[in-house]
């Protein structure tokens, strides 16, 4: 509906906290933007405070994850930080570090529990492989589970330890306990050995004195040349694995770099920030501004606020208060926005009927003001003549600045009503039968034009034409609205009158004038006298859904109320026949006077015959122009502001005035007399 309608901007109430010393700066910022609608404020609540607080810990938190996350890297990392911040997106991007952060920790600390069961895994692997492996040659053929067994009658245990205190645990073993096996690994020395049941706690005694460890097998009966090959092939396995989860890992790391900088860098930046209105806030020295701000220049505010004060902190808040409407419409349509606020500002929940008043208004005072050469002038008047005539106080001043620009457009209006009803000055581009002649339209002769203004009757069913559309794009607006707001006692009287007019406009005018709009026979005339009256019906039941037991009288308002409304635009024929008739009197009288005179006295009398009707038509014509722009301007407000807006709107915002310092270059000193 952009296009018939628009809707004011979506608003946001914003808090600024700041230090109170930076309030005077932080209010001339804002004065220079001139985007917060300030509101009155009480003394700061606890749940500003509240909010300090909370931000505080969400920065620590983002400070905390960018630390964990900067101990996972082993050496020192220089990382170029290449994305400019604002300081008024700090708030955003700090919560968007964090989420990424977070994920970003989940994934590396998975990698690195993964390496750690690897590592694990690997290096057990690789020790029972480092002390077995010199054994093979003498038990290739013992079961594995053999090598590790504490049974009824004997043990059997695999050991390794230095040379030295392997020497000394072979020189202390107890009688009846053999080395089974032996082997050297570098310094050390692996052994095998076994004995009798009752001796392990002896041996096991030694072994701990002597630093001797235990070589943990499984207990599987495979033999030991198969178990070395498996355990060779698993590390090959857990080594390639490894190196793969070890590059994810510096991918990872690589990736995210980045952000841990930036998060270290905000985090800190921002809780200083927080910090310092913490403590001004516990010694009273924190003040706040709030008010309303279109949610598009919300960032904007931010930006004007970072760069005039160190210290602040903007939050947007729920507030009870009804919001202001900042109108949003397009550079041709906001003159007309003038004309909304004279009826009355829509409120946050309202449409704006701007752009649908542009067009009716243009409309009605073209047709009203329809001559093409009073057009021109007017906008001659306007743009050159108004401000230089004294009857303006200040011309620079944006009330008529942009009046100036309503007219104009006006102007252009009435022009092109004035060359589509082949109008100029009273006087027509016309066909005789002596052939074309530019003079007043008569009976006899024809006028071509697309808007016949200058037939009266034609006029009056135009007119009539116009209004009838209007009064229902009006009652079309108020049944949207009506279901937009499920009104059933709205929605039953549109839809009444729509149904109503359908039927009932054929059957009057067949049954009063005897004219007919679609040919109609008899039984089709008693179909449409039934939906007339179900129209009506439905009109009453809608008026007492609305309106309770006053309905029952208040529908007769809306019916009478809608013929007397499409009969009110008559006055569109009534004004631009009455501008066409006086032109074409006023000059015909002229030109008239101006050739009695010359027709007087050969030279002299054409002389004054010139000067006479020159001065007859620049007086008449201006007192024509001055009243007929009165006249169209006042009752173009009328037909919109009666007819049309009562349906379906009520005007009853809150203009947008935002905080500004506009310092005129223009002003008006002493009393105009």
Sequence with gaps: MGLILSVPESMSYVRILLKKDEVSKAMSALQKAGILHVEPVGKLPEEDREALREELELVKKLISLADTLEGFYETPKVVEIREEF?????????????????????????????????????????????????????????????????????????????????????????????????????????????????????????????????????????????????????????????????????????????????????????????????????????????????????????????RNVSTYYVAEVNADKEPPSKLKNPEPVKPFELITKLYGVPSHKEWDPTPILMYSFMVFFGTMFADAVYGILMFILVKYVLERSGLVDNPYSEGYLTLKKLLLTLSISATVFGVLSNTFAGFSIIKTPTGWAFAPATENSIVPSILNFTNPIWFLQFALVVGLIHINIGHVISLVRGVKEKDLGRIMTEVGIFIGEFFGIPYILHSTMHFDILPLTPAMLNIFLYGSLAGLAIIIAGAIKSSGGQGIILWLFTVTGLLGDVLSYSRLAGLGLATYMMARSFNSLAISLGAALGGMVPVVGLVLGVVAAGFVMLVMNLITIIFGIIGAFVHSLRLCFVEFLPKWYEGSGIEFTPLSAKIPRHVVIGRSV
């Design 86 to 306: 604002e300081l008024s997106e700090l708030p955003r991007h700090i919560r968007r570090l964090i989420k990424d952060l977070e994920g970003k920790n989940e994934i590396i600390t998975t990698l690195l529990n993964n390496i750690e069961k690897l590592n694990e895994e690997l290096s057990n692997l690789q020790r029972t492989l480092r002390y077995l492996e010199p054994l093979e040659s003498f038990l290739r053929d013992y079961k594995v589970q053999e090598l590790n067994y504490l049974g009824e009658l004997l043990f059997s245990k695999l050991l390794y330890g230095k040379e030295p205190s392997v020497a000394a645990f072979l020189s202390s073993l107890p009688e009846g306990v053999v080395k089974v096996a032996e082997g050297k690994v570098e310094e050390e020395v692996v052994l095998l050995v076994a004995g009798l049941k009752h001796q392990w706690d002896e041996v096991l005694e030694l072994t701990n004195k002597f630093k001797l460890e235990e070589l943990s097998l499984p207990n599987t009966s495979k033999k030991v040349s198969a178990y070395l090959a498996e355990i060779k092939e698993r590390t090959g396995v857990l080594e390639k694995e490894l190196s793969k989860v070890r590059e994810e890992l510096e991918d990872e790391l690589s990736a995210v770099a980045s952000s841990v900088a930036v998060g270290k860098l905000l985090g800190e930046a921002y809780e200083e920030r927080l910090q310092a209105l913490l403590k001004a806030a516990a010694g009273d020295y924190l003040t706040a501004i709030e008010g309303w701000v279109s949610t598009s220049d919300l960032h904007t505010l931010e930006d004007v606020i970072s």
